[in-house]
């Protein structure tokens, strides 16, 4: 029997864009916003999506409430994975769903019209059939099955340039206009060099490189071996980056995503040698995240960007934030 | 890898800086001993990272605690990118001129052009149309307007 997609929501947008989702990943989809038949849904029902769109942090509270009540925040019945909340408004504008258990992934709406709606249902389609496996791993997972993967084992830190370089001027030869190929090949850096230098953790779980300046040149063997790969499929470029520790830190990467440097004071702490503005950057100029890890034993942190037909357009692309955390 | 070429008039040092900023810059002593006034000239920026941010921010610092007179002119849209996303990322410099996107509506060719920031009104943005380059297509602004202009309302 097919697993449920519960759509929460009322807006007729979000339901040609679930509609889509569902037909494309054969899941059967049930839309209600009673809190009463949607804790029901979640406590009976095989769940492989749930979609929830609220306008503010009340409406949030009353649906985590219900949910707390009726089924348990902590029950077996509940798989933060499998929660995606769609907003209008951007990450930092929602950061009290960081401190619920039941935060997963956040869609930012930028969809208006059932055509805009339902192509984004159709990227968006891959990301849930990914979520309701076992474990996503993997960028193909996350592409049509006859897309291109390429996958390039890094040896040395000092090989980022050229890997970076390399994927720049492909992007560029795939038709990509420079600033979108500058854009992407910025994204995949901050990827690389997270991968290297802020993955790395000791057996008390101490980052190795904190303090290590980013050109340092370190061995890429063993448990510090990285890899990279690469999914094209004519509309979509996706990239990750994966190391083997499996030391991301939820929270933390929320909070850096979710810092307006605009707004205040960029403050460089000294004593650590990495920035912590390159994911923020990248989701703010159109590229979807995707966090994908399981505790001590690997991480992959990848970037989606779609290619359109001008800058204004890409910026302003369809995008998520994708949270899968294995433990 | 940054590239910086300087040319000193007077009291004045121009700083060129080409190519991508990143983990390798070190302006300080790339550039060395500075006048009181620096200018900088961004055309050739492709792209900085963020620990390229990181150094930039650190090296114009010190130069703002010297009283250092900054400007940044011919600024790339990597440049100016950074500037709307950071809003201290020219440590109290002033941006004298930033190269303005544009697309062609015809062949989806790149352009761009250059704009001194005091022809730019941040309430009331007016740009030309160009003719593209290569197809003498009509060419139109490709960004997103409040993103891109927005240093100029701080």
Redesign the interface.
Known sequence: MAQTLLLVSNRPDDIVFARKIAETVDLQLVHSVDLMEITSIIKEKDVGAVFVDFVNLEGFRTFEAAVHDQVGLFSDRVNSNRFHYISDLDIEERKFLFESPLFGNFILRKYSGTEKAARAGARYAYVVKATTMDRAFGIRNFFHPKSQVQTIQMKRSTQK?QVVEALRAYLIKAKY???MA?TI??AV??LI?NAIFAAPTDTTGRRVYDQT???ADIQLEGKAQIEVSIAFDGIQVGICATDQYGSIDKEKVLRHLSTV??????K?K?SI??????LA?TF??GGSLLFLSEKNSRTEVCVIFERL????EF??QFRYVLNQFYY | MIKVAKELNGNILVLRLSGSIEETVNLEEMVGPTPPEVRVDCKEITRINSVGVKGWIKYFQTLQTKNTKMTFFQCSTAIVEQVNLISNFVCGGTVESIYVPFACTNCKAELIALFKTADLNPSAIQLPELKCTKCSGKAVFDDIEEEYFSFLSR
């Open positions: 340039q206009p420079t600033r500058n090949a910025n850096d901050e060099m300046p980013r050109d440097y605009k707004d205040e004071q960029y460089m000294m040698a990495g920035a912590g503005i390159g950057t703010r100029g037909d001008n800058i204004r910026k302003d």
